[in-house]
């Protein structure tokens, strides 16, 4: 039995109602597609992964620093992204191998830009690579960190276009540490200089030449050897002919292997050869006195003394250290520049994180901007503290394993060095701590007939007799 229709109104006839339904379930379906194309039940988008390079030297004349140097960016990679990754997305890390060769550099950065579309490098391992590279980089708007390239040649930008940054200070300041070190701890007066033929070699030979000079010294031959030659006879003929009293050797481990090695061989039928040696950090590798050494090439490696840049920060670093020891399992200490590649590759994420954005041009301009100031002081570790103070919008200054990294307009930075030694037991040790307040730059070349009377040079830090621990 039906209900009865109330008084005054009209059932609706079903073909009618039918229709209504329809429109309804329609205009739901609209809002719903509307809404889902619109992405209201969608998760906000991801921004997209950072994307960094290494341009490392895996082979060639620095191979015994580049796979070291690569573990230290893996360091920082996997740190970072265990405790969040930059812009909520872990890091991709792309390798590659600039085989300390000027032509392999660039076609590598090719690659990294054009195929893996990185977004940042952390490279090249040398001078001459670098500035073979800068080029590729910066007219693709993607930034290089050098942890190791010193050259003062690339202190231009006109030839970086700001595009270049450096974890480890230039060789204008190793030229005065150096220079100073023979001239007023060694009480040199007539050295003269050994320089592989490129960038880095050269540039290190001229500063040196330039203070050396500026003290009252005297650099009577420079020799610039090709790192490619296997016979360097001639050219330590040359070197020994004006009778030094001792040579500053700025090279790599490739060439020095054989160019010390026929030194030595040569010393019995040429007396003048025996003089002191001293070396560039680009010689200061453990592998590198041991091969010296060994029975092979029987040099008395505890004669030879050096200078390299060092990390300012003791605690700091010994953390870095403690950190990378257990994420490789080794017992070794880094080797030299692993700490500044480490540095690298956090400041890089920083700046990205800092920026918003994983562009390379973005990343460029707020590198300097994370690397000093007085924001949130992050240290080796500590990615969790940092995504903190920039999520609040605050700053965050980077005090890193290798120092400071307060990048000046040039991309550079300033920092510490010591003076090295080999003790009795043929183990690469400090013999002298010389921090960056007590180092000015180089004054320009005088005439080479020219004589000035010794005077203050800013290097404080004389040889201390008791060798202390080392800092790597």
Excluded: C
């Excluded at 020891?325 to 700490?339: C, G, I, M, R």
């Excluded at 000035?452 to 800092?471: D, L, N, P």
């Amino acid at each position: 039995m039906e209900e009865p229709t109330p008084s005054g109104a009209k059932p609706a006839p079903k073909s009618r109602a039918v229709w209504i339904a329809v429109a309804v379930i329609v205009v739901i379906i609209v809002v719903v597609l509307a809404a889902v194309l619109g992405g209201l039940f969608n998760p906000a988008p991801t921004k997209p992964a950072l994307r960094i390079g290494t341009l490392l030297s895996i082979t060639g004349a620095l191979s015994q620093y580049g796979p070291g140097d690569t573990q230290g960016a893996y360091l920082a990679v996997h740190q970072i992204n265990a405790a969040g990754g930059v812009l909520g997305q872990p890091i991709q890390l792309f390798t590659e191998d600039d085989q300390t060769d000027q032509t392999a550099a660039a076609a590598a950065t090719t690659k990294l830009i054009t195929q893996n579309h990185v977004n940042a490098i952390v490279g090249a391992q040398f001078s001459g690579g670098t500035i073979a590279s800068i080029g590729i980089a910066k007219a693709a708007g993607v930034p290089m960190v050098s942890p190791s390239a010193t050259s003062p040649a690339l202190s231009n930008l006109t030839l970086t276009g700001g595009y270049f940054f450096r974890t480890a200070p230039s060789d204008a300041l190793q030229g005065v540490v150096a220079a100073n070190y023979l001239f007023t701890n060694l009480s040199y007066r007539y050295v003269n200089l050994v320089g592989r033929d490129d960038s880095y070699g050269r540039g290190l030979v001229g500063v040196i030449n330039t203070k050396f000079t500026a003290l009252g010294g005297h650099v009577n031959t420079t020799v610039i050897i090709n790192p490619k030659a296997t016979t360097f006879t001639t050219d330590l003929q040359t070197l020994f002919s004006t009778n030094p009293q001792a040579v500053y050797f700025a090279g790599f481990p490739g060439e020095g292997l054989i160019l010390m090695t026929q030194w030595q061989q040569g010393l019995s039928s040429n007396t003048g050869w025996n003089r002191p040696w001293i070396f560039s950090e680009g010689l200061d590798s453990q592998t590198f006195m041991d091969q010296l050494h060994s029975s092979q090439v029987n040099i008395d490696v505890t004669k030879i003394k050096g200078t390299s840049p060092v990390s300012p920060f003791g605690a700091v670093h010994d953390v870095f250290v403690a950190q990378y020891k257990a994420a490789t399992t080794t017992t070794s200490t880094p080797v030299l520049y692993t700490d500044y590649t480490y540095d690298a590759v956090y400041l890089i994420a920083l700046a990205a994180q800092k920026a918003g954005s994983v562009d390379g041009t973005a990343i460029k301009a707020n590198l300097p901007v994370i690397a000093k100031g007085s924001g949130t002081v992050i240290t080796p570790g500590n990615w969790t503290r940092a995504l903190t103070s920039l999520a609040a919008g605050g700053s965050v200054n980077w005090e890193g394993a290798a120092g400071s990294e307060d990048f000046d307009a040039n991309g550079d930075v300033r920092g510490p060095y010591e003076v090295w030694g080999v003790n009795s037991t043929f183990q690469i040790v400090r013999l002298a701590f010389i921090p960056e307040s007590s180092i000015q730059t180089a004054p320009p070349l005088l005439p080479s007939s020219h004589v000035v009377t010794a005077s203050s040079s800013g290097f404080v830090e004389k040889v201390q007799t008791a060798v202390v621990t080392r800092r790597f």
